[in-house]
């Protein structure tokens, strides 16, 4: 039979009782005859309540210390639900990431795979066990814990997915697959019983939730047959229904796909605008700016700069919210006097709304519905930023909720696909 991976998260991990019903679920694949591979998140909120502990003690732990304390939450999930798979008498065997080993660079709190060995994995799975695996953490090459940031779980179960050549990663959530945006905002927002990655990409960068976004990198790049379906159904549930449901990522585009110019409405809180006002428009002062903020491990989403007047530009640009008051602290201790600007204004009250779709290739008028809907409700548009399938705006965020809904309905995403 096929080797599949799970991935579970902190929500399908957050009780003994939920690790049961995942441990029942696994065993149920494993007694079909499938080959698998389990890689389960830290109990839902473990990690927040680890980094609470550390910055209790001092506001800015030591990065490299920081991962050795976050990672342990995953480390406590593999081992009980190893304990509940053996109390169904299914051979099961727990490794954290350095174990396997998931090899990444030193980028602390934010580390990137380079390399995963196999033979672990592939010797446990030749003895018929399930191999449960840490999501989230890897072993830099100076034997150094790391973590892959929030989310890291999803990335750690495509990676291994791919270097194991599986035949499908399951990431098994609190919800019941991708839908054409959040329905805790728009009650008429549907599952998409399928989606490409490319979109994917866009909506996982743009906002959504549901997958992180290295880890649609990773199925796209290799070509990893990924779903996104609930782990709140019942564990008994019919194999072969529960296989076909939630949310398949597709390789390509299909015919019948192309008839959806949007796919959905993606939006994020998380970020946060700074300008550097008045900036001598002459070559490299794009690099002045944003090489320091690279240099400090930030990373920049949105870029615009202002028409050059007098010689002078004004230079804009969003990183995540969480990152703001590091960015603004790097600008005006290395850039701002340096390069000659005026001023430095920052805005963490923003917000970005994006439109998402493959059919924006082949249909005009999307921008235009797009500006014309926010325009009819009093919304301003701060910053514009596209692709050929998407289409984003900042504005402010007290006027979030009211453009997802808006411009979900003038797409028609609320209507039967």
Known sequence: MALIVH????????????????????AKWHRAGHRMIVVPSAMSGETNRLIALAKAIVPEPDPRELDMVACTGEQVSV??????????????????????????????GKARITAIDTVRLDAALNEGKVVIVAGFQGVDPHANLTTLGRGGSDTSAVAIAAAVKASECLIYTDVDGVYTTDPRI?????????????????????????????????AGKYQVKTRVLSSLTPPEMDLEEEAASGTLITFEEEESMEQAVISGIAFNRDEAKITVTRVP????????????????????????QNQSQ?????????????????????????????????????????????????????HVGIASLMFRTLSSE??????????????????????MELAVRALHAAFGLDQPG
């Open 281 to 304: 428009d002459r070559p490299g002062v794009a690099y002045s700016i944003l090489g320091p903020i690279a240099e400090a491990n930030i990373d920049v989403d949105m870029i615009i």
């Open 378 to 399: 009093g919304i301003n548009i701060q910053m514009i930023s596209t692709s050929e399938i998407k289409i984003s705006v900042v504005i402010e965020d007290k006027y």
């Open 7 to 26: 991935k579970y998260g902190g929500t399908s991990m957050g009780s003994v009782d939920r690790i049961r019903n995942v441990a029942a679920r696994v």
């Open 186 to 218: 728009v009650a008429e927002a549907r599952r998409l019983e399928r989606i490409t990655f490319e979109e994917m990409l866009e909506m996982a960068s743009l906002g959504s939730k549901v997958l992180q976004i290295r880890s649609v990198e990773f």
């Open 310 to 362: 007098d010689g002078l530009t004004d230079f804009s640009f969003t990183v995540h919210r969480n990152e703001y008051e590091r960015a603004m602290r790097v600008l005006r201790e290395e850039v701002v006097s340096q390069i000659g600007a005026r001023t430095l204004i920052g805005d963490a009250k923003i917000a970005k709304v994006s439109a998402v779709g493959i059919g924006m290739r082949s």
């Open 79 to 108: 081992g009980l639900l190893a304990v509940a798979l053996k109390s169904l008498g299914v051979e099961a065997v727990s490794y954290c990431g350095w174990q396997v080993a998931v090899r990444t660079d030193s980028a602390f």
